[in-house]
């Protein structure tokens, strides 16, 4: 039928005239390795019909096949014929290089070298997927019953052990030894993607599916839906289990090392065009640059028109509220916001987020940070034109460095405008010494003619710092730059001291030695 072919039909067929009645004694359907029987009849003069369609084994890969459905994109256009390209648009770039000298020749094989390796280094990184390269095997059966004007369809389809592979292989360069340079090349496979079960149960009638259950084991992930499904009108329940942010970074990739563990449930309502969906998440289990982060993370979330919205419930101590539209549309729909207040017992969290070199001992201690940004899918940095306000202020905040035994305790009042923060006033004491901060820092790049460069101050007297130094200091220090790639200037000046060259301090106390030079 059209482009669509099967590898054998048998059926056959009976007919009862005094019962005006037609059926289908037997029918099998050959796809490739996949059978599909059917018997079923209808009575032509009220319309009643049933039927009964067994599958007793078929193989996913053989419908993906047969219909040409490859991409995900092909799922568009269901059984339409695809329109593919003509030969000549998918030709290879030809580089002739027989009239060219043995470095020009080196040089461009250099190139297409680093071509090869940036092109194997971004299929590495996850990303969504594009491919419907799926293998696996289901069983099923499909009842039909009532009339042609009022069908219904009870269904029941299981499947095991699917695999997909989300994305395309590539081709990446081998080397041998440094100064050789180019050896070869080597095909690569992406990672697939274990399905483990997949099972559909339910039933059709009029123009609502009534779903007992949808479930796909992902993994370690499973994902559950059930409910009422139709264009004009929607009531399911929706669950995910146990979904690892390791799974999805099979799917796209973080800037930061972070693991952990997802649960959300929640409803969809609404119309198939205009979806309404309200849940909740948690977040457990989580790590942070390899350290624990003791903490349940947790929310509401809400989805209606064209708006998704999100808030914390717990803990207490983080609130977090964010919108972000979708679908995106480019300069029309593409703001994001988002809003994060903390407390004190947040900034207890400083040593995770600072891999143990900075940890927070006591004091008071809020942050309120309000941000928008824009979204483009089609950029490599999704999230672009940031602009974030706010301030933190502290109160005794109490802060001990791995590498000084002596804490430092602080007040004052830091403020955020777009990328630069501003040490409004910062007052503290460090080894019995008094200090002050004044002065403005850009998080990420360098801003040129900064007025007001962060400057700590250091009053002249005695200071004692531990294993490092004893005497009379004076100075200020300047930090200009970034935060990310900070310069430190300024004159410090140092009287009547003694200074404390340990050999070693190591984060690992076995290792650590503590003999000084």
Excluded: C, M
């Excluded at 099923?140 to 292989?169: I, K, M």
């Excluded at 901060?437 to 900064?450: E, H, K, R």
């Amino acid at each position: 039928i059209g482009y669509i072919t099967a590898d054998r039909f048998n059926a056959e067929f009976e007919y009862d005239p005094s019962e005006n009645l037609a059926r289908v004694a037997s029918a099998s359907l050959y796809l490739k390795d996949s059978q599909y029987n059917f018997q079923g009849g209808l009575n032509l003069q009220s319309g009643a019909i049933d039927g009964q369609l067994n599958i007793t084994q078929a193989y996913i890969q053989d419908i993906l096949t047969t219909f040409r459905w490859f991409r995900l994109e092909d799922l568009a256009r269901l059984w339409e014929s695809p329109d593919y390209a003509q030969p000549a648009a998918v030709d290879p770039n030809s580089i002739i290089t027989s009239d060219e000298t043995v470095g020009a020749k080196l040089r461009r094989l250099r190139e297409i070298e680093k071509q090869i390796q940036a092109i194997a280094e971004s299929r590495q990184d996850g990303s969504v997927p594009t491919l419907l390269d799926i293998e696996g095997g289901y069983q099923g059966q499909v009842t039909l019953d009532g009339t042609l004007d009022s069908p219904q369809v009870s269904f029941r389809v299981a499947g095991n052990d699917w695999e997909w592979e989300t994305q395309p292989g590539f081709v990446d360069v081998i080397k041998s030894r440094p100064l050789v340079g180019f050896y070869g090349l080597i095909k690569q496979d992406s990672p697939a993607i274990d399905l483990d079960k997949l099972l559909i149960q339910g039933n059709f009638r009029g123009e609502t599916v009534y779903l007992d259950t949808a479930t796909i084991e992902v993994e370690d992930t499973v994902l559950s839906l059930d409910g009422q499904l139709s264009a004009n009108q929607q009531n399911a329940n929706y669950r995910v289990e146990n979904l690892t942010l390791n799974t999805i970074e099979k799917f796209t990739t973080f800037p930061v090392d972070v693991t952990g563990t997802i649960d959300t449930s929640g409803t969809i309502t609404g119309t198939l065009s205009q979806p309404n969906i309200t849940g909740q998440i948690s977040f457990t289990d989580g790590t942070f640059n390899n350290q624990d982060l003791p903490l349940t993370i947790a929310g509401n979330y809400d989805y209606r028109d064209n708006l998704f919205t999100f808030n914390t419930s717990e803990p207490s101590y983080i609130q977090v509220n964010a919108t972000v539209p979708y679908p995106i549309q480019p300069e029309v729909s593409d703001r994001v916001y988002a809003d994060l207040k903390l407390t004190s017992e947040a900034f207890s969290l400083l040593n995770v987020f600072t891999s143990n070199n900075l940890t927070w001992l006591g004091g008071e201690g809020t942050a309120n940070v309000q941000g928008v940004g824009r979204i483009d899918l089609d950029r490599k940095n999704i999230l672009y034109a940031l602009d974030a306000t706010g301030e933190v202020n502290l109160d005794n905040a109490t802060i001990k460095s791995f590498y000084f035994e002596a804490p430092l305790i602080a007040s004052g009042k830091i403020t955020l405008d777009n990328q630069i923060v501003t040490v409004e006033t910062l007052n503290g004491t460090f080894a019995e010494k008094d200090l002050s901060a004044t002065g403005s820092l850009p998080i990420l790049y360098a801003v040129n003619n900064l007025n007001n460069p962060l400057t700590i101050n250091i009053p002249p007297g005695e200071i004692e710092i531990e294993e490092l130094y004893e005497g009379e200091v004076a100075g200020e220090v300047i930090i200009t730059s970034s935060a990310l790639t900070p310069v430190i200037g300024g004159e410090v000046s140092l009287e009547d001291g003694r200074v404390f060259l340990p050999e070693n301090k190591s984060k690992d106390p076995e290792n650590e030695t503590e003999d000084p030079v």
